[in-house]
Structures are given as C-alpha cells and as structure tokens.
C-alpha cells in the first residue's frame, strides 16, 4: 500500500451548480456542489463529456468572502527543476472561483469590499515565490524527511507538511476534514527555490537553495516586528543549501528571523521610524518559548546579531544579549558584530572576523549526509545545530552573511565527497561554479526582500560580485525609496492581504451591510488637498505669470509658503497618513479587532 498520489492533471468542468474536477489518472471525480457547498467523490459516468473543460494543475483550496466560499486553482505552473529526480513546481498563474452565480445579493458597500477582498487574494496568489511538488516534501529539510516515522510514508503529504511552511494550510481546512480528498491537497510553500547544475573536477552535481518563510507572525516590514506570545518571530526563513552528486545529497540549514522580544517600528513617513520595545509585556516567557522550540528543531543554536551597536538599534542589540544571558542555556550562544562599523569605509573584508569567530561552531554543528539508492536512505551525517542570523530586517546584511556562511559549508562538503581538495576554493579554482553560488544567493535575497519590504535585497552587488560597487550602490538607493514608498503608501492592503489568506482574518458576510465597513478610510484629507491646491496654483502662477514681476513673485513666495506648512503638518502627523492594516491590529499583537 502506497501513500495518495497527488492529482498533477486535472480537467475542471464548470455548471451553474457545480464544479467537477477529473484527474487524468482516476476514475472517480471530485464534485463541488456550489448550492449546498458539499464535496464528494463520484465515479465518472461522463458528466463532464458535454462541457467545456480546462485543464488545472491542483487545488490551492477554498476561501470565504462577503459573496461565499470561492474555489482557488492553480491554472498554470513553470518547472523550476528537480530534486533528487522530484519535480519542483512554482505558480505560474491561478483562477479564484466563486460558488455563487451572481453577487446580487450584495449591497453597493458590500460589492466594493468583495472586489477588495479578491484583490488581496489575487495579490497574494500572484506574488512570486510560491511552490509545490507533487512527490517531494517541498516544507521539510532533508534531514528532518529522514526523521519519518515507518509508516509515514502511507501518509498523504499535507498530513506530513510542516505547518510553519504550509501557506494554503487555511484553505485546505474544509477539504482537510475528508480523507478521501487527500489526493486533491497540494500544500503550498511561499519563500524561494533555484537550481543550478555545474561541474567540478569532471562530476557533475546540482547546487539547491530552498527558502521556506514561516506562516507564524507573517506580513510586511514595519507592520510584523519582533515576537509574539507564542514566541512565534516575524520573517523568520529557513533556508536549506543542497548539493547533490550522483546518489549523494548534502545540506546545510541556516535560519533567520527577527529579533525575539516585543519592539516595533510603526511607519509615520519617517525614512527609519522609532524603534520602541514593549516595556510591560513578558519578554522572557515569549522568548523561552522560542528558544526551546528552536533548539527542539535545529539543536544548537547561534544567534548571530548583526545591528549596530550604538544609535536606535543598540537598545534592540542590549536586549537580545541581556534575554540570552538570562537563558542560562547550553544550546544556545550569541555572537554581535556590529554590521555597518566593522564595514564601514567599505572594508567588506572585515566580515571574515566573523566567519573566523564562529567557524568553530560551524565545525561542530557540520551538515547532513544521505545516500539515496532506490528505496534506500543512508544518513551518513546529521547537521547537529544551526546559525540564526538577524538584522533589523533580516534581509540585506543577513544575506550577505548566510551566503559566507553556506560558501564555507560547500566548500567543506565538496572536500567530504572528494571533488575539491583542501587547498582548492571555489573562488580561485572553479569560478564558473563560483558565479553559479554567487548567483543564487543573490537571487535568494532580492526573493526575500520583496516578499517582506517590498522591494528588492540591498547589498546583493557583493553578493555577486565579491566586492561593493558604484552602480550596485546606485540600485541600493533605488531600492531605499521604493521599500520607504511601500513600507508607508502600500503596505496596509498588503498586509490585510497575508492576514485574509492565513486565516487571521475571516470575513462576516454582513461586513458592509449591519457591520461597518473594513475599508473605510479615516485618514485625513484636510492637509494632503491644501498641498495639492497650494502645487496646483504655483504650477499655474508658472504658465500664466502676472504683468507684474513683483506680485508674481510675491504670489509664488505665498503658495510655496502654503505648500511647506501642508508638507510639515503631513510630516509631522505622520502615522495618520500611513497606509495601515484594517483587518488585524496593526502590529500584530492583537486578536483581529
């Protein structure tokens, strides 16, 4: 007896009443009754043979709007390539379904918030950086597939997905409850995934690079900071380096994950706004929380922090050293290097004090080892612990650091396999290959950062390169604007958006109607118009300038004047002008409100 095998050809028929889905492989179709929102199996009589089929790839799941439940499919998918001879998938296009026939029923408030709600999911399904497999155990790391018990391998996989990495975990409840369905649930992964096949010393091997982001306290920059009660921290990414040769497969784990106590950055237009720690919550208790629940997974644990030491970070850095110490834990330890000092003036090179300084962890924890011959697994080493890397962000200056750290793990694992000797590098002996791991890595962090800031990793240019340059500065100040533009303009519908497809938030069909609105804007319109009218008047001062020298300047001199005051009172109410969450509360400390 085998595990359910997933459903990887589907044929969907569409009738006023219901949705038929058809694997190419089965006899029997999965039907959705859009009236009494059943779901059954039914063996094929050729109910679909008189309609119009189009073809999907799977099942992401079924959400609830204002409207009614909507059927969400993937319609198409681009191979990203293999592991361990598993085809790895991302989405390439989805449909969003409504069970209801028509949206009569809604009032004119009601149809404008349906509209926004499918926006969001539309906006979550279409973000990139989602992926699945129909035969890997795309949430898990090697190692931890090794951990399987016996008979978990009779198991159907979202019984077997990692709930932290399981993005359509909430759309799937509802199918969730049938076992008969388990054919039709594809757990979904959000992070990044990218192969490269390359060879060294004439072998042939394939280099992966697997981004998992966490479902636990997930949304955008400045809006999930820090911890929560259950000791669950914002961004937090593990991130799995494979090597692969013949039947061999190495990996190497690292995480990152924000700071674990309570702090919070609200934006109010400032490019970087106050940072403020929680001084009446229990930051020891949701940080034992986290600590045990990391070291129960990964082992030992390095919590590298890599924000500055002085300035509005250091009360961050001092915290964090201060929850450590108090841990009094053998499996846990803390190294600080102040990022942007020790950097400064561009010495880059500065970063190998750290690399040096924790190399001898590095050797300790080591990585995994697994043979892979038919049927057969082989651990032949296990990773015994785990770098957990931070910055502010958790984005540009723990990429460039993860990356030292995995070049280091390579390097090592290449030498274990006998394919480089230990007086080779990548760098100087093979840098096609070279380029290759530079590559990715880079890619990784440009995929992280968008999905968190918005836009892409700053700093990638020595990433790729080895070294800062003009042009990658250039892009990083690009990048500053962009996330600052987001992170205050865009980021409130973006962050409704992780909150609606978690499940955190679960819309009230009478949202609209009884129950007030959820997208009403309250934000003030008073001094953005008085800037656009003071604008629009010394534009047209401009174009059609009074005979007068004196009084067109004078005119000028009084609408630059108005424009400044609507300028610094924007500024200085700057929070009342932020583009905030309206689902949940704003930082993610609360129950949705």
Known sequence: MAAPRLHETIALGITADRYYLRPAESSNCLVIDRLTKAMFLEADHGQLDSLTLRSICGVVGIISLLSGPHLVVITKRKLVGYINGHQIWEVADTAILPYARTTTSLGEHQLADEQTYQTMVAAMLGSPGLYFSYTYHLTHTLQ????FAQGDALRPQHELADPRFYWNRFLQKDMSRQPQLAEYMLPVLHGFVSMSSQVINGTAVDLILVSRRSVQRAGTRHFRRGIDEAGSVANFVETEQILRAGHTLCSFVQTRGSMPLFWNQAPNLKYKPRVAVDATADHTKAFRLHV??????????????????????????????????????NFISYE??????????????????????????????GFCVVEVRRNEHNVHRTQGGVFRTNCMDCLDRTNVVQSMLARRSLEQQLQFLQLMSDTESLQANHPGFDRAFKSIWADNADACSLQYSGSKALKTDFTRTGKRTFP???????????????????????QDAFDLFLGNYVPHPDEGATLPSRFID?????????????????????MFPSASSSWHWFQSLVWVATAAVAIVSIFREGARFVDSPRLCHPLGRLAPH
């Open 144 to 147: 931890r597939q090794q951990a």
């Open 336 to 365: 600080a290097f102040d990022f942007h000092h020790e950097c400064r003036r561009m010495r880059w090179d500065r970063l190998q004090l750290l690399i040096d300084r924790v190399s001898p962890a590095q050797d300790s924890h």
């Open 472 to 494: 990658g500065m250039l892009q990083d100040g690009y990048s500053s604007l962009l996330r600052y533009y987001k992170n205050n303009l865009a980021d409130g519908h973006r």
């Open 292 to 329: 045990e629940d990391q070291i129960q997974r990964y082992g030992n644990n390095v919590a590298i922090n890599l924000v500055n030491q002085h300035g509005s970070e250091k009360v961050l850095a001092d915290a964090f050293s201060t929850l450590v110490a108090a841990a009094r834990s």
């Open 522 to 542: 309250h934000r003030p319109l008073k001094w953005p118009l008085l800037l656009l009218f003071a604008l629009a008047m010394f534009v047209i001062l401009q």
